[in-house]
């Protein structure tokens, strides 16, 4: 593994954590998570523009279109559940469930539907992944934001499926740019039909923009860490983030109930996800 990799994952996972803490510090985070899709597509424009000359003016096959599309109506519906969750409860309830349910979900799909079996790491990584979520969920009563963390979670694992497609039917950065712009224009359209006023593009522009900025860079911060590094190191590492989205909740937001527990359990997800992605 190229030694570069492991600097950008963490700092990748660090943007992913803040800009999930500004979410949901927010009082309308759908809204926000529009704004800041919108802008920082608009924004990275004329730098992709750029790239894309400077590259020899590459394509993407056919095929990249429509998964592209599949994704960034999945992302929609991303954006969605993880607002309504962020809603009804607390960061460090909802973040490593959301986070913590889609490898979960991957194994299932592999024991139910493709006849896989477990080797014993990955037996002891799903045990830590069920006793971790159990952990962050139960001391707080996660309640109603419960179903909408699971189904984040759900969306990740579907949307992540078939971006693993997408990166390889063109340059990562071209389709992740193409994937970006479909999922502002699915976000503006919902707000639009929804009538939310808090997504218009002029409220609070500079925290729109700063979260845009933390998006987008994570995002494509990881998609060239997976172009030059396995996704066996990659996913364990990007999930650090947990830890320091959970540390950040009980200590800043003040999410204080069964909070040993709850960074206890944060810790035994991103276990969990190591040794399922390195079994």
């Known amino acids: 593994m190229p030694l570069a990799v492991l600097p950008l994952v963490l700092v990748a996972a660090v943007l992913h954590a803040t800009w999930n803490a500004l979410l949901k510090a927010s009082e309308h985070p759908l809204g926000l998570a529009t704004r800041a ?28 279109w429509p998964v592209a599309l599949g994704s960034a109506g999945l992302e929609l519906l991303y954006f969605i559940a993880l607002s309504t969750a962020y809603r009804r409860g607390e960061l460090s309830v909802v973040y490593p469930i959301a986070r913590g349910t889609a490898p979960l979900l991957a194994v299932g799909v592999g024991l139910v539907l493709l006849g896989e079996r477990l080797q014993p790491a ?35 694992a579907a949307y992540s499926s078939l971006d693993r497609i997408g990166v390889r039917l063109g340059p990562p950065w071209l389709y992740g740019w193409v994937l970006w712009l479909f999922t502002a224009v699915f976000l503006l359209a919902y707000a639009t039909a929804r009538d939310i006023p808090e997504a218009r593009l002029t409220v609070e522009p500079g925290t729109s923009l700063l ?31 947990i830890v320091l989205v959970t540390a950040w909740g009980i200590w800043r937001l003040r999410e204080r109930r069964g909070a040993w527990i709850r960074m206890a359990g944060a810790v ?12």
């Open 37 to 64: 899709v919108s802008l920082s597509a608009a924004i990275s424009l004329p730098i992709l523009a750029a790239v894309w000359l400077w590259q020899g003016r590459p394509g993407l096959m056919p095929l990249a």
């Open 122 to 156: 990955a037996v002891v990584g799903v045990i830590c992944l069920l006793a971790g979520i159990w952990a962050v969920q139960r001391p707080s009563q996660a309640g109603a934001a419960l179903f909408p963390a699971l189904m984040t979670g759900l969306l990740i």
């Open 211 to 241: 979260v845009g900025v933390l998006m987008s860079a994570a995002y494509f911060m990881i998609l060239f860490a997976l172009r030059v590094a396995p996704l066996a190191v990659v996913a364990p590492l990007r999930e650090s983030a």
């Open 268 to 279: 035994a997800i991103v276990g969990g996800i190591a040794l399922l992605t390195t079994a």
